[in-house]
């Protein structure tokens, strides 16, 4: 590879694609991201830059990118803007487009939702609802797709916490809205780009659902404002937010704003990635018969409340996410131009932190394209080399929700009901990790 000039002392000249190698690079990865990351990392090494100028990405997948990234995150590579794509769900109030000391200071206050006895709110809702989702779907002779069958479900378990003092979480229709919003975010990024609002096109669909969504998740908003927070301790996440608007968290003068904003940032968030987690979660216990098996034994052996403390369910759950991240990348926007991890970052341009890439590093996890929960079993993983929902003041926040959900939901599955089907392709796409072929499987209630 060729550079202009030479870069300066204690700088990395970027290794990456140039002229027409630029061109075959973007195709590779608009064909399949996953496919083209992987080829582009054994050409050019961890780290490399694709594009020009502001119109540049510049992908990093090596431990001491994590680190700088996330231990010492540079004040110039803001999240804001980075996570433009979302903002037609979210809005651009919600907690993932925000930096610094609100970031922080609102984090802090949602925390509690989403951590300690708060978290038991979740797998009490999962464990109400099951049993009636199991009798629909065990009535089948196949359920065609594992994804789409259990999205519902668990769309209900967050609504229940996030709104659950709300007639909205009993909504059916404002659910199936909800639904068709976050189908959204499933799009490739081309069409998640093109809003152009042409009669019939799916941008005016999405256009006229969000305008149905809002209207009733404001008046709903509206309610609250005048309501206050309950006394006696039974409120949700929208009390919270509520309360927190009234404590001078969000910018003055659009509270209702701020507060859907919020409220739907959470909601699409915090079931769209734990739906496709379960089931990459229960696509590896089908399809892989020793692991598999030994998964299904402590299942059904194994309390609810034990489930969520083994550690041969942590190891197996953790290395699901380790081939199936469900942030495989992690991005960030420069203010200005600026340096990361060595690397120049020019003003505009995004950075792209791949853990999909550093999750399949053959130096930090060997034998890296097997799955082995015994690797989690044996040692507790090196720092940097393992970050499914990242690290630090930008860790997900729902992380903890999200392993409880999925642990819960197979406890649920194989001791309610016999699983059967063997998926026939391993293969995701899409910043969620959607599996590309549907995850088919047979359910017969015990």
């Known amino acids: 590879m060729t550079h202009d000039t030479p870069p300066p002392a204690g700088k990395t000249a970027t290794p990456g694609p140039v002229g027409r190698q630029q061109l ?10 996953y496919d083209g990351l992987d080829r582009l990392r054994e050409q050019y090494g961890p780290s490399f830059r694709v594009g020009m100028g502001r ?27 980075a996570y433009s794509f979302l903002e037609p769900v979210g809005g651009r109030g919600a907690l993932i487009a925000t930096d610094g000391v609100p970031h922080g200071t609102r984090r802090s206050d949602l925390t509690r939702r989403f951590y300690g006895s708060d978290g038991s709110m979740w797998i009490e809702s999962l464990r109400e609802r099951f049993p009636a989702w199991l009798d629909q779907h065990a009535q089948l002779q196949v359920v065609p797709s594992f994804l789409d069958a259990v999205r519902p479900l668990l769309l209900d378990v967050v609504l229940d916490t996030m709104v659950g003092r709300s007639s909205l979480a009993e909504d059916r229709t404002w659910k199936q809205q909800v639904m068709a919003l976050m189908e959204h975010s499933t799009r490739s990024l081309t069409e998640q780009f093109i809003r152009v609002p042409l009669p019939g096109s799916s941008w005016a669909s999405f256009l006229a659902t969000r305008r149905e969504v809002d209207r009733a998740l404001n008046a709903a908003i509206d309610e609250r404002l005048a309501q206050g927070t309950p006394d006696d301790g039974t409120f949700d996440v929208l009390d919270l937010v509520v309360s927190m608007a ?8 659009g509270a209702r704003r701020a507060i859907r904003d919020e409220i739907m940032g959470l909601i699409s968030a915090g079931f769209e990635t734990t739906a ?3 089931t990459w979660a229960l696509a590896y216990t089908q399809s892989e018969p020793v692991w598999g098996s030994e998964l ?7 309390s609810a409340k034990e489930v969520l403390t083994d550690p041969w369910v942590d190891a197996f759950l953790n290395e ?19 340096q990361i991890d060595g690397h120049t970052v020019p003003k ?3 950075v792209a932190f791949t853990v999909w890439l550093l999750h399949r590093d053959g130096d930090l996890h060997a034998d890296a394209a097997t799955f082995n929960p015994k690797r989690f079993l044996d040692a507790k993983p090196e720092r940097w080399s393992f970050l499914p929902f990242g690290y630090g003041e930008r860790y997900c926040i729902g992380g903890p929700m999200a392993r409880t959900l999925i642990k819960g939901l197979l406890h649920q599955l194989y001791q309610q009901a016999d699983v059967s089907g063997v998926p026939g392709s391993m293969k995701p796409a899409g910043l969620s990790l959607r599996p590309v072929q549907n995850v088919q499987v047979m359910l017969n209630a015990r």
């Open 24 to 33: 075959q690079a973007l195709s590779l990865l608009a064909e399949d991201l």
């Open 55 to 81: 119109a540049q990405v510049l992908w990093l997948s090596s431990p001491s990118s994590a680190e700088a990234l996330l231990a010492r995150p540079p004040a110039d590579l803001t999240m804001r803007k």
């Open 246 to 253: 009234e404590n001078g968290r969000y910018p003055a003068g």
């Open 276 to 278: 496709s987690a379960s």
């Open 296 to 302: 299904k034994r402590r299942l059904q052996d194994l």
């Open 320 to 338: 699901v996410l380790r081939l199936r991240p469900p942030a495989p990348v992690m991005l960030r926007r420069a203010t200005r131009r600026t």
């Open 348 to 350: 505009g341009s995004l």
